[in-house]
């Protein structure tokens, strides 16, 4: 890259689990608060910015622009362009990586990236044959043919289709395509819940000493992520039931505790080029220095959520780096049994291993939340964060996407 | 907003309301005039008397004239009379006061006395007369009616472009709510004002910090929105209505000034203004009072503005040539409340920081002052219970409270490099309650 992104900071909403206190708030209400509390922190009120990109996983016909109909509704000028991408867990690292591209090549000089869903406010499809009526219904011009067309109706297509947290081409969900993974690589229950307590305890512990107060706007009055459990032992987690994997040959070792929730909330960061952040005299936490996606045949047995198996090696490669290169590695915590089975798939490569304090050390999606659009967006300006407080250093970040997707990146300071 | 939080004060404002509050001689609180862009400095035209031995009469009617004063001709009513009485040094010259009574009668606005600074005065006659025209000035604040204020400026040696920016103040509606008050205006220079100065406000989500963001944003000032981060949501909305930016901090944590200064420092090249406005209560008798309840008050209300002050005069860079110190006291702080000896302590503690400051802080050009409001409409006096809160209201000369603009006008006022010569001053914004008067 001719000159790199600057990542000034981030801003996100807490986390909250689906249902509960975000419950009447749209994916786009929550991406305003994040934009919302990061231009406050800025000071971009009035400011044109290159471009915002965002998305959301769970997406409504209506929000076919929502980001930039988020745009409208924050204080940044409304002159700001915006797009909307849509990446599955990706996607709110993959619009930083878009938006930091576009920096790299002069074209613009400062954006927002990040992402918003609302797992509360999903979107629900009716019956394709009602859907058929209705269309027919708006089409027709006589009164005979508006009633042929309601004579289709049958009581039955009145029932409306959520969304499936399945694969569409497996069927499967996500949670029972990772089970699949962990008996792969003999992934045990212990490992699992010890990494599960690891990421409450780490998250605790960064709230405590005051880490998330320039990376968190509280949001209808939440304060803090409601997932998080201070008080959770491996004793309370080892005596879960197990909810994936149950038909499987083998020890189901998935449960509630050790994968994520549905969530709600929304997560951004603010990326420039170094020449803008001094002419604000913005310090910067670290450059987005390179990423790499990759993807996974999973419909013929690939493991669903391992394309960042596949991803970090020609990153690494292309940069003449191992594991050991690097002094922090988040890993998206979709499933514990997803960040173990990774990191042993990584070793296996010949990668190298990550040592447990270099790994996740605030604590990640499993005791945060994991609305799947912001994730990325989080991870990223919590890693940048920490590169500023060790004062330098290189920390690798990897997010397993559905449909066989994944994105691995790579941030200095 | 005080037609809102005041329903007595609306209701006598109605037709029906006027006649009953007449008939029973209920009390009938004016409507105030308020700053509004656009605005003149006087709805009116004034008169400016110059009493025996008068010196600021001249510049005193240039200025007023600048700031597109008409000066009265003949018996017309009057939006501010301003009275020198600099030179008054005898009793026999007090019999001078008595000549105002017609122009008092014919003025509805603005009452404005100067006097000189009684402590600099050594002949003893002459120190009684013009520390007498303190008693006159209050006085004369209680029986002004339909809103009119009445103050006094004790002019220094030397008072230049304070001492206008004073006549501008008092004058205008900006101070609307400052009645009865003294304040000694010395000289001091102004600095050249920086294009896009800064200015910080603690405890800025909401109440008198989010109107003084508001106040000191429309003179041109990036407000740097200070609060704890549990108030973000709030801040974000203060700072982004400002244009201004937040910063999360809890103001009583070890590493806050630190923070403070090098947020300051680094992204902003120092701060021109610091208003220490963050405050709490934790209301109860002394001898109910428990340590946290105590402490907690004290941290917040005065340890908190004791080491970010501290911080920022010792860190590099972390203010601006010429800048501005304004802690909010409490006229609880200075007349003492039942309930509140935490609170009291640390509002009276801060009238001894800006005290002490004041003097060190010259000498580096900087100054300090404390701004003291009296019952003002915020959350925190609707939570109060109806009868005390009603006497609070009704118990100043303008017999209602007063709202956080008022508050946050006289603060954004010290907060103008004009205002150089007030300095270790408590400006009490109370409509002369008479509370602590």
Redesign the interface.
């Known amino acids: 890259m001719s000159r790199r992104a600057a990542i000034i900071g981030g801003n996100r909403t807490p986390f909250v689990r689906a249902g509960r206190r975000y419950a009447q708030a749209s994916a786009q209400d929550l991406l305003v ?1 994040a934009l ?2 990061l ?5 971009l ?2 400011e044109r910015l290159g471009e915002v990109v965002a998305g959301a996983v769970l997406k409504h016909s209506r929000d076919l622009n929502l980001t930039r109909e988020a745009v409208l509704s ?2 940044l000028d409304p002159a700001t362009p915006a797009y909307d991408v849509q990446q599955a867990c990706a996607t709110g690292l993959e619009t930083a990586v878009l938006v930091a591209n576009k920096i790299a090549l002069g074209q613009v000089e400062a954006g927002i990236a990040g992402g918003t869903d609302s797992a509360s406010d999903a979107p629900l499809a009716v019956d394709d044959g009602l859907r058929r009526v209705l269309l027919d219904l708006s089409r027709a011009r006589t009164p005979g043919a508006r009633l042929a067309a309601l004579a289709r109706l049958r009581p039955g297509q009145l029932r409306p289709v959520p969304p499936r947290n399945a694969e569409a081409r497996t069927g499967l969900s996500m949670g029972e395509h990772a089970a699949r993974t962990a008996l792969e690589f003999s992934v045990t229950r212990r490992a699992q819940d010890e990494l599960a307590l690891a990421s409450h305890q780490k998250l605790a512990a960064a709230y405590e000493r ?1 880490f ?3 990376l ?6 939440v ?1 803090r992520d409601d997932v998080l459990r201070p008080d959770t032992t491996l004793e309370k987690l080892a005596a879960l039931e197990p909810v994936f994997g149950r038909d499987l040959p083998g020890e189901a070792t998935m449960t509630a505790g050790n994968s994520t929730p549905l969530t709600d909330g929304a997560a951004v960061v603010l990326l420039a080029s170094d020449e803008w952040a001094a002419a ?4 910067v936490l670290a450059h987005l220095v390179d990423a790499e996606t990759a993807a996974v045949d999973h419909v013929h047995g690939a493991g669903l959520l391992t394309a960042p198996v596949v991803a970090a090696p020609r990153l690494l490669q292309r940069h003449g780096l191992s594991l050991a290169d690097f002094d922090l590695v988040e890993v998206h915590e979709a499933f514990a049994s997803t960040v173990l089975a990774t990191l042993a798939a990584w070793e296996a490569d010949g990668l190298g291993t990550v040592p447990s304090d270099r790994l996740n050390v605030t604590g990640s999606s499993l005791a945060t939340g994991h609305p799947f659009a912001a994730t990325g967006a989080r991870l990223l300006a919590t890693t940048a964060k920490l590169l500023h407080e060790r004062g330098g250093g290189r920390a690798l970040i990897s997010v397993c996407a559905a449909g066989g997707q994944g994105i691995v990146a790579i941030v200095e300071a | 907003m005080s037609a809102m939080s005041d329903p007595y004060g609306s209701f006598v404002r109605t037709g029906p309301g006027k006649l009953l509050a007449a008939r029973t001689g209920l009390p009938r609180p004016p409507r105030l005039r308020r700053s509004v862009p656009g605005q003149g400095l006087l709805d009116g035209p004034a008169a400016v008397v110059g009493l025996p031995g008068a010196s600021r009469v001249d510049e005193t009617t240039l200025w007023l004239r600048n700031a597109g004063v008409r000066i009265a001709r003949g018996e017309e009513p009057l939006a501010a009379l301003v009275v020198d009485a600099t030179g008054l040094r005898t009793v026999a010259d007090l019999d001078e006061l008595l000549t105002l009574a017609p122009l008092f009668r014919r003025t509805t606005g603005r009452v404005l006395v100067l006097s000189a600074v009684p402590a600099t005065l050594t002949d003893p006659e002459a120190r009684a007369v013009q520390q007498g025209l303190e008693g006159f000035v209050r006085s004369l604040g209680k029986e002004a009616r339909g809103g009119t204020t009445v103050n006094l400026l004790r002019v220094a040696e030397g008072a230049g472009t304070a001492l206008r920016s004073a006549v501008e103040f008092f004058c205008s509606a900006r101070s609307a709510f400052v009645d009865g008050q003294p304040l000694v205006v010395g000289p001091g220079v102004p600095v050249v004002r920086r294009d896009r100065p800064v200015a910080v406000v603690t405890g800025a989500a909401q109440g008198i910090g989010a109107a003084t963001a508001q106040v000191l944003a429309r003179s041109g000032h ?1 407000v740097v ?1 200070v609060d704890v ?5 709030k ?3 203060v ?12 103001v009583t ?1 070890a590493d806050a000034p630190a923070a403070l200064a090098t947020h300051l420092a ?4 120092g701060a021109d203004v610091v208003v220490h406005n963050a405050g709490i209560t934790r209301d109860r008798s002394f001898v109910n009072l428990d340590a946290a309840a105590w402490s907690s008050v004290l941290a917040v209300n005065l340890g908190a503005p004791v080491r970010l002050t501290t911080a920022l005069l010792e860190h590099d860079g972390a203010l601006a040539p010429g800048a501005r110190f304004v802690c909010l006291s409490s006229i609880n702080g200075l007349a003492g409340a039942k309930g509140q000896t935490n609170y009291a302590t640390s509002k009276a503690g801060l009238v001894g920081l800006v005290e002490a400051l004041a003097g060190p802080l010259a000498e580096r050009g900087l100054a300090v002052n404390a701004v003291a409001p009296g019952f003002i409409e915020t959350p925190m006096t609707a939570a109060m219970p109806p009868i005390p809160r009603e006497l609070g209201r009704r118990t100043s000369s303008l017999q209602q409270g007063g709202l956080p603009i008022d508050v946050a006008e006289a603060i954004g006022w010290l907060a103008q490099p004009d205002a150089a010569g007030i300095d270790g001053q408590v400006l009490r914004v109370c409509g002369q309650n008479l509370l602590g008067a």
């Open positions: 608060a919302d509390g231009v406050a922190r800025y000071g009120a009035g924050t204080a005051g998330f107060d320039d968190l706007t509280p949001y209808l009055g304060r604000r005299r913005l310090p | 990036h929105c981060a549990a108030a973000g949501e801040l974000a909305a700072a982004n209505s400002v244009a201004g930016s937040t910063l999360h901090l809890d944590a680094d992204r902003f090249g």
